[in-house]
């Protein structure tokens, strides 16, 4: 039997930043720590045996290693602006799955941010029309079947008011069927394909 994966990871889901728009001048806490501490807290709810949202399997997660990261990079960090697809009906999309099946979702809109001195576009889903106030960014760059899963990442965002997100790279992370292959994880649709390496967020173990 396997398991369908949440877009949004319910109670693993752990924010290492503002999601609600792009960051302010100054933070209370430093970046940094912030980012280490809701690692160090993803990787003790992936030990959690009580916890049935963890993608590892409960045999093997008191030797579970922990999650590996590339190393922290504010620069991965960027402002974008979301051009909502305003349409009725509002455009769905397939998208292929590890199952081999086709998954539904809704296009919200397309995320416009510029890295590294060039600008990109990714688009954002919903699970339904009947919630949108949770964007899933799906999406696969040249690090995709090297130094991680070949089936994409995924980022997660807060819908906002103002159209303005935080885009961060480093809150990047792999689906579930990198750690238990009896989930089901949707692949990012091929405009969603970063021609640029994210050496940001989640990657495989060497």
């Known amino acids: 039997m396997t398991r369908r994966a949440l877009i949004a990871f319910g109670m693993l889901t752990?924010?290492?930043?503002?999601?609600?728009?792009?960051?302010?001048?100054?933070?209370?806490?430093?970046?940094?720590?912030?980012?280490?501490?809701?690692r160090?807290?993803?990787?003790?709810?992936?030990?959690?045996?009580?916890?049935?949202?963890?993608?590892?399997?409960?045999?093997?997660r008191a030797s579970f290693p922990g999650i590996a990261y590339f190393a922290i990079d504010p620069a991965s960090r960027v402002p974008a602006?979301?051009?909502?697809?305003?349409?009725?009906?509002?455009?769905i999309i397939s998208i292929p799955?590890?199952?081999?099946?086709?998954?539904?979702?809704?296009k919200v809109g397309s995320l416009t941010f510029a890295?590294?001195?060039?600008?990109?576009t990714l688009s954002a889903f919903a699970e339904d029309v009947t919630d949108v106030e949770?964007?899933?960014?799906?999406?696969?760059?040249?690090?995709?079947?090297?130094?991680?899963?070949?089936g994409g990442r995924y980022?997660?965002?807060?819908?906002?008011?103002?159209?303005?997100?935080?885009?961060?790279?480093?809150?990047?992370y792999h689906p579930n069927c990198v750690y238990?292959?009896?989930w089901v994880c949707p692949y990012p649709p091929a405009e969603n394909r970063l021609p640029i390496a994210i050496e940001a967020g989640e990657r495989l173990r060497k």
């Open 155 to 172: 980022l997660d965002l807060e819908r906002t008011s103002t159209g303005l997100y935080d885009l961060d790279f480093n809150a990047a």
């Open 40 to 60: 160090a807290a993803k990787d003790a709810a992936f030990r959690a045996v009580d916890n049935r949202y963890s993608p590892v399997p409960v045999a093997g």
């Open 81 to 91: 602006a979301l051009k909502e697809a305003r349409t009725n009906p509002p455009i």
């Open 14 to 38: 752990v924010s290492v930043g503002c999601s609600s728009g792009p960051p302010p001048p100054s933070d209370a806490e430093p970046y940094t720590t912030r980012v280490e501490a809701a």
């Open 180 to 182: 238990d292959a009896s």
């Open 97 to 106: 799955n590890s199952a081999h099946e086709l998954e539904q979702k809704v």
């Open 115 to 120: 890295l590294r001195g060039a600008t990109y």
């Open 134 to 150: 949770r964007l899933w960014v799906p999406f696969r760059d040249l690090t995709s079947g090297v130094t991680t899963y070949g």
